[in-house]
């Protein structure tokens, strides 16, 4: 067992991870850039609205991690049905899409053209197969091009800014639930009333606090537990000699302070692998730089409007694809839980991607309330008139961004890092992986026990790409 475990970020990796160190009487130090705990599942008090960083909705597969949650909620739980739709031509389409609501809904013309280019793409599959070589080429080949372009490839390239065919077909594996339209149809029609179980699936959110109360249960366990959490803490070396780090310099209220690492320590970072390549010192080879360099994340914007009205929709989320709107999705905190607004309002989270530092980026929080006012008024979703406040996120580490060359870039930092022996890099931003709440903790969970025990399950093999992530 090791003599103490600093941990780096204090996201839902590395208090999961915290937490159960703690438990195990591993003694624990977590630093933490913000001001409190959560990374991207933190949430936020804007006035009366408690909100989160776009829609959380926590689900897994595993019962260990759904006990593992609950336990950090301790009470503070209740259960939901997902309902997430697409506003597409003024309508709305249940996403994961339903053949039904398909056919009834679109255009139709464009019906028709998606019912031949179905067929055209299926023939051209017999005759000259289509290589799942990128995103375009994945959802083209198994949707045909209309329904692909209309449902897929259009929102992809709002949401991530490059073209479809630039990025890596590992995204839509992950994140298309269903394989194909035969598959859509399929379901459809052999799950009772219209519903496939993989359309409207149960999940968790606390009654109180936000997605936030998770990490933050993590924390009161690691503190009950002897673990010390140091928030406001933003990391900013890591000194290094004979494969090991040996000292980690952080930046707290304006000063510097440097801890060193001892010879029975161990070192969980939870930051973005590229940005701790960057903090080796002495510094790591050109080439590694150069990847740490075009490994890329996309930002979010979050625009928060508060309204005077009951609800706007009854969605969790909708996706808003359409190429003339900026905002690509919504989200409404009060379908999550009734307590994140007062009585008689509600409130809108829009999300607008950039690049950290680009023209959207350096936009003034009322430019960004006021596209989002627009766009969403533009729409029907509500009247410019009943926003009665705003406030504006910027996130730069939101998305890893999965473009042709990302596995490559990735592999060299994480080749680099390995000879670091007392180090693990882990969670979402430290294996670039592009997963979801419960595989963080699931990671974290898993260096816990690996570095308590001595042994344990492997936390690089969560949320490869062979899992689904619905
Ligand atoms: C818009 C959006 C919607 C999502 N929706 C869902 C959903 O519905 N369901 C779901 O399960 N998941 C969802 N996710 C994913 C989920 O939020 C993440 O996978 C998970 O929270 C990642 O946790 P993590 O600890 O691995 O990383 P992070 O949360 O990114 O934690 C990393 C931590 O490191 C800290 N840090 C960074 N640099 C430094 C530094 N130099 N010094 C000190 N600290 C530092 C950060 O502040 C942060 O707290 C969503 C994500 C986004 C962006």
Sequence with gaps: MPANVHILGGGLAGMSCAADLCKAGVKVRVLEAAPQVGGLAQSLKIGEFTVDLGPHRFHSNAQSINDHVLGALDGNVHHRERMSRIFLFKRFFYYPLRAGNVFRNLPPLILLRSFLDYWAMWFRQKVSPLPDDNFENYVRKRFGNTLARTFF?????????????????DWASQRITLLNLWDVVKKTLTRPRDVPRTYVSKFIYPKEGGVGSI???????????????????????????GGRVTAIGYERDGKLV??????????????????????LD?????????????????????????????????????????????????????????????????????????NEGDERWRMS????????????????????????????????????????????????????LRQLKNLVSTGRQGLFRYGNMDHSIAMGARVARTLATGQGPDHGEVATEDESFD
């Design 153 to 169: 490839s259009t929102y992809t390239e709002k949401a991530w800014q490059i073209p479809a065919s630039q990025i890596s077909p």
């Design 215 to 241: 990490a933050q249960g993590y924390r009161r366990i690691a503190e009950a537990n002897g673990g010390t959490i140091v928030t406001g803490a933003t990391v900013r070396h890591m000194r290094h000699a």
């Design 365 to 416: 929080d009322a430019e960004l309330s006021a596209i989002a006012t627009r766009d969403l008024a533009s729409v029907g979703l509500f009247r410019a008139e009943e926003v009665i406040d705003s406030a504006v996120r910027k996130v730069p580490y939101s998305y890893p961004l999965y473009d042709l060359a990302y596995r490559k870039n990735l592999q060299t930092l994480l080749g680099h």
């Design 282 to 354: 002495p510094p790591a080879p050109r080439a590694v730089l150069d990847a740490a360099r075009d490994l890329k994340h996309k930002a979010i914007l979050f625009v928060y409007l508060m309204l005077d009205r009951e609800q706007v929709t009854p969605d969790h989320w909708v996706y808003l694809p359409e190429k003339h709107l900026t905002v690509h999705r919504i989200s409404e905190f009060k379908n999550f839980a009734e307590s994140t607004c007062p009585k008689g309002k509600t409130l809108v989270c829009a999300e607008i991607t950039c």
């Design 258 to 279: 440097e801890e060193s690492i001892g010879a029975d320590d161990r070192v969980v970072s939870t930051l973005p692998v590229n940005r701790l390549v960057e903090m």
